[in-house]
């Protein structure tokens, strides 16, 4: 079996990270894909997110009507910190038999380096970057180069569209009273109004 793994805070998930989704299940012909909510990011430990079951209820909602998306609260459950590369391992020990494909965005190239154990990543699991169609960055491709050369990750890239959406776009803008809709599900817009969320802080 083929599993794709997406992290990140999803405070709240939103059509960016559901397309992603969906452009890397059919070009690498996934079988699933899991959307794994942080429990503490050890690069945002001071950084307030909403409580971990709403983030996990949210990203439910966005996902219920794609029988090939899960969500696991595999860090969630966790004490402590957590980094990638354990999660990766506990998911590797759960589905021995399968493979593992790391879906990043390309902001994830200039951080990974402070990343725990960052070298084993590529013998875990293949890590696939997001290139986004009609970027032509160097830097980009530079850092790509670096990163192979001087630590031996490799990286497959697949295109998609361009989606300028952020979870902190959406925060601003109820935060704001601004409209939110067609930048993420209705359900999970609708669940934000009627839990009154984000309507207390900004920016986080």
């Given at each position: 079996?083929?599993?794709?793994?997406?992290?990140?805070?999803?405070?709240?998930?939103?059509?960016?990270?559901?397309?992603?989704?969906?452009?890397a299940r059919e070009t690498l012909d996934l079988d699933k894909v899991i959307f794994?909510?942080?429990?503490?990011?050890?690069?945002?430990?001071?950084?307030?997110?909403?409580?971990?079951?709403?983030?996990?209820?949210?990203?439910?909602?966005?996902?219920?009507?794609?029988?090939?998306?899960?969500?696991?609260?595999?860090?969630?459950?966790?004490?402590?910190?957590?980094?990638?590369?354990?999660?990766?391992?506990?998911?590797?020990?759960?589905?021995?038999?399968?493979?593992?494909?790391?879906?990043?965005?390309?902001?994830?190239?200039?951080?990974?380096?402070?990343?725990?154990?960052?070298?084993?990543?590529?013998?875990?699991?293949?890590?696939?970057?997001?290139?986004?169609?009609?970027?032509?960055?160097?830097?980009?491709?530079?850092?790509?180069?670096?990163?192979?050369?001087?630590?031996?990750?490799?990286?497959?890239?697949?295109?998609?569209?361009?989606?300028?959406?952020?979870?902190?776009?959406?925060?601003?803008?109820?935060?704001?009273?601004?409209?939110?809709?067609?930048?993420?599900?209705?359900?999970?817009?609708?669940?934000?109004?009627?839990?009154?969320?984000?309507?207390?802080?900004?920016?986080?």
């Open positions: 079996m083929k599993i794709g793994i997406m992290g990140g805070t999803f405070d709240p998930i939103h059509f960016g990270h559901l397309i992603m989704a969906e452009y794994v909510p942080t429990g503490i990011h050890p690069l945002k430990v001071n950084k307030a997110i909403s409580p971990s079951h709403i983030r996990v209820e949210m990203i439910s909602l966005a996902i219920e009507s794609n029988s090939c998306f899960e969500v696991s609260t595999i860090e969630i459950d966790k004490e402590g910190i957590s980094y990638t590369i354990d999660t990766l391992r506990l998911l590797k020990g759960k589905y021995k038999s399968s493979e593992l494909y790391f879906i990043l965005g390309t902001d994830i190239l200039f951080e990974i380096e402070k990343w725990k154990d960052f070298r084993q990543l590529s013998r875990i699991c293949k890590l696939v970057l997001f290139h986004r169609a009609g970027d032509t960055d160097s830097i980009v491709e530079d850092k790509i180069r670096q990163l192979k050369m001087q630590y031996g990750l490799k990286f497959e890239k697949i295109e998609s569209p361009k989606i300028e959406i952020s979870s902190t776009e959406i925060r601003n803008r109820v935060f704001n009273n601004k409209s939110i809709k067609y930048m993420l599900p209705q359900n999970v817009e609708e669940y934000i109004a009627g839990n009154n969320l984000y309507k207390g802080d900004t920016n986080v």
